[in-house]
């Protein structure tokens, strides 16, 4: 079965440094990754997502996401955090065969201080 | 686009009742599926449905039951409530495997 680790609760970053969510997932064959955002009291909103190609995918509000084969790694990364970044981070796996089961991490709480 | 709606936004129950959460999407999406989330535990799937009248089970299906009579609704029935299934419930949907899932606004039960 799919699964994802995230293997950091919180995340603090000042505002304005990079901001790096780490991910790694196990599935059989070829994954479909994805990253979603929580704002507090909403539902979970699409960032992006790597299904085949170019290992570096680009998404909503400047973030960008490399996927890592080797590594089984898809880390979540933006150049330079705002203020309105904060909010929770689910990496999530779904397999290319049989059931369509998304599986997601435990989440990331992402702290950018002022 | 509505996208995926759900009903209610908040309830609480007895221990021992019964209701159904309602969870519709627009987007004629094929797959369908529940999540509840707690603290600490991210996004747990407790069923899923590839189609009209196809389901099955997530991590966590015990105590909840599902069908899918049409392509636009997937409601979660709580047979008897129990506290343990306190929770936010999340109704998502995709078209598919591939395809990005689009979340509901949640549901936020309390069993008392």
Known sequence: AQSVAQPEDQVNVAEGNPLTVKCTYSVSGNPYLFWYVQYPNRGLQFLLKYITGDNLVKGSYGFEAEFNKSQTSFHLKKPSALVSDSALYFCAVRGPYGNNRLAFGKGNQVVVIP | ?112
């Open chain 2, 1 to 112: 686009n509505a996208g995926v709606t759900q009903t209610p936004k908040f309830q609480v129950l007895k221990t021992g009742q019964s209701m159904t959460l309602q969870c519709a999407q627009d987007m004629n999406h094929e797959y369908m599926s529940w999540y509840r989330q707690d603290p600490g535990m991210g996004l747990r799937l407790i069923h899923y449905s590839v189609g009209a009248g196809i389901t099955d089970q997530g991590e966590v299906p015990n105590g909840y039951n599902v069908s899918r009579s049409t392509t636009e609704d997937f409601p979660l029935r709580l047979l008897s409530a129990a506290p343990s299934q306190t929770s936010v419930y999340f109704c998502a949907s995709s078209q598919g495997v591939g395809a990005e899932a689009f979340f509901g606004q949640g549901t936020r039960l309390t069993v008392v």
